[in-house]
C-alpha cells in the first residue's frame, strides 16, 4: 500500500445560501482544491452527502457534481454515511489512492440544508435514524441526544452547566473563523438558560445544520513533494460501525464505533494519544463531544467534560478541539463536515490557521462520526 497526502484544499463558507444551490456550492469547493493544488484535474471524484435526496431532491450527484466542476467524463460515485459521509468519502479516496487504483482523487463534501425548513427538514433530517424502531415514533436526532446526555447527567452525577464549556470554546474559535456560520461568543452562565429544543439539549448546545462544500485533493505522498511545497501526510485511518437504534446498545454511554476506529487509526499511524496536537471531533451535540473524548481515550469514563471546564480543549491547551469553531459554531453541512475537518487539520498542519493556529501543530485527529455514534471514520494527519 502507497502512502497518502493531501495537497489542495478548497472551501465555501458555511452559512444559508439562499443563492446557490448544490451543484454550485460543489463546484466552488472543488475549483478551490485544484487552485491551492495547482492543477486542473483528477482521475476520480468521491463526493459526499447525507441528504440531498431527501432535502434538495437531488441524487445521483457525483456526475453532476462532476459536470459543474468541469470534471465531466473522470471516475465519480457518491458515498453516504449520515453525518459521518465526509469520513467515508475520505476514506475511499485514501484507499482508492493507497491501493493504486487512481493516482490523483478529489474528496469533496456538500449539503444544502437551507433547501428545507421547519418540521419538513426535521422529517427529512430522521432517515438517518432507524425508520422502524426509532423515527416512526417520533424520535429525533435531537431527542435522542438528550436521552443520552440525561443519563450522562444522572450516572455521573453531573450538572448541565459541565457541558457549557465545549459551545464557549468552540464559539470562541468560531468568532476568528471568516467561513463560520456563527461568529458570536457564548459568556459563561448563557449556556444554561437557552431555549430548551429537547431537554436538556438547548439551542446553545446542537449545532446549526447549514449549506456549504469543502474539498480535499489526495495523491500519493511520493508525488506529493514535488507538487507542492507542504503536503499534508494521512499516517493513519480506522473506520466502525455500532447499531444504528440506541435502543439496541448494551452501554449507551460508550461510543463503541469511536473507540475502534480511533484504536486503529493509532496503530496505524504508530502514534501515542501524548503526540496527537489537535482533534477535530463530532460536536453536534455537546454530549457527543463528551462521549467522543472518553471512547478515544482522551479522558476517563464519566470525565470528558473535565476537559471543557479546565482549559485543555483551547488553542493554547493540551489538546484543542473544534479549532475552526466545530460543527457547533462554524455550522454543520452534515454530509460535507467530515470533509471540513479535513480542511481545517491541513490548515492547521501547514501553519496557515491564523488567528485559529494551534501552536507547533505537527500530528491532527480528525474524526467524522454518523448519527449518535452508529459510523465513525477517524484519520490521522502529519505534517
Known amino acids: 500500500m502507497r502512502d497518502v497526502a493531501i495537497i489542495g484544499i478548497g472551501q465555501t463558507p458555511v452559512g444559508e445560501h439562499w443563492q446557490l444551490g448544490l451543484r454550485d456550492l460543489a463546484a466552488d469547493a472543488a475549483q478551490a482544491a485544484l487552485q491551492d493544488a495547482g492543477i486542473d484535474s483528477v482521475e476520480s471524484l468521491i463526493v459526499a452527502n447525507a441528504f440531498g435526496a431527501t432535502i434538495s431532491s437531488q441524487s445521483h450527484l457525483a456526475p453532476l457534481v462532476a459536470d459543474f466542476a468541469g470534471l465531466r467524463g473522470v471516475e465519480t460515485f457518491a458515498v453516504e ?4 459521509s465526509g469520513g467515508a468519502a475520505l476514506r475511499a479516496g485514501v484507499m482508492a489512492v493507497a491501493s493504486g487504483a487512481v493516482e490523483t482523487a478529489l474528496v469533496l463534501g456538500v449539503e444544502k440544508a437551507s433547501d428545507m425548513i421547519g ?4 422529517r427529512a433530517r430522521t432517515v438517518s435514524l432507524d425508520a422502524d424502531d426509532e423515527a416512526v415514533q417520533g424520535a429525533t436526532l435531537p431527542a435522542l441526544a438528550a436521552l443520552l446526555m440525561r443519563r450522562y447527567m444522572v450516572e455521573y452525577g453531573v450538572e448541565l452547566a459541565a457541558f457549557e464549556g465545549f459551545s464557549i470554546n468552540a464559539h470562541a474559535n468560531g468568532a476568528k473563523n471568516p467561513n463560520a456560520m456563527y461568529r458570536n461568543l457564548i459568556k459563561p452562565g448563557a449556556f444554561g438558560k437557552a431555549p430548551m429544543i429537547a431537554d436538556p439539549v438547548s439551542l446553545f448546545d446542537g449545532a446549526p445544520d447549514a449549506d456549504g462544500a469543502a474539498a480535499v485533493i489526495l495523491t500519493t505522498a511520493e508525488r506529493a513533494g514535488d507538487l ?6 494521512i499516517i493513519g485511518g480506522g473506520a466502525s460501525s455500532d447499531t444504528l437504534a440506541l435502543a439496541e446498545r448494551d452501554d449507551l454511554l460508550w461510543l463503541r464505533a469511536v473507540e475502534r476506529s480511533t484504536e486503529q487509526a493509532l496503530q496505524r499511524a504508530a502514534v501515542a494519544r501524548e503526540q496527537i496536537n489537535l482533534v477535530e471531533l463530532t460536536d453536534t451535540f455537546t454530549i457527543l463531544a463528551a462521549l467522543s473524548l472518553e471512547a478515544s481515550g482522551f479522558a476517563p469514563r464519566g470525565e470528558g467534560w473535565r476537559l471543557a471546564q479546565d482549559g485543555s ?9 473544534s479549532t475552526f469553531g466545530g460543527l457547533k459554531s462554524r455550522g454543520n453541512p452534515v454530509g460535507a463536515t467530515g470533509v471540513y475537518q479535513a480542511v481545517e487539520a491541513v490548515l492547521q498542519l501547514r501553519g496557515a490557521g491564523g488567528a485559529n493556529q494551534v501552536p507547533n501543530a505537527q500530528i491532527a485527529m480528525i474524526q467524522s462520526v454518523g448519527g449518535l455514534g452508529s459510523t465513525a471514520f477517524t484519520h490521522i494527519l502529519s505534517t
Open 119 to 122: 418540521a419538513a427538514r426535521v
Open 81 to 84: 454515511a449520515a453525518e459521518a
Open 313 to 321: 480543549i483551547g488553542l493554547a491547551g493540551r489538546l484543542p478541539i
Open 228 to 233: 507542492v511545497p507542504q503536503p499534508v501526510r
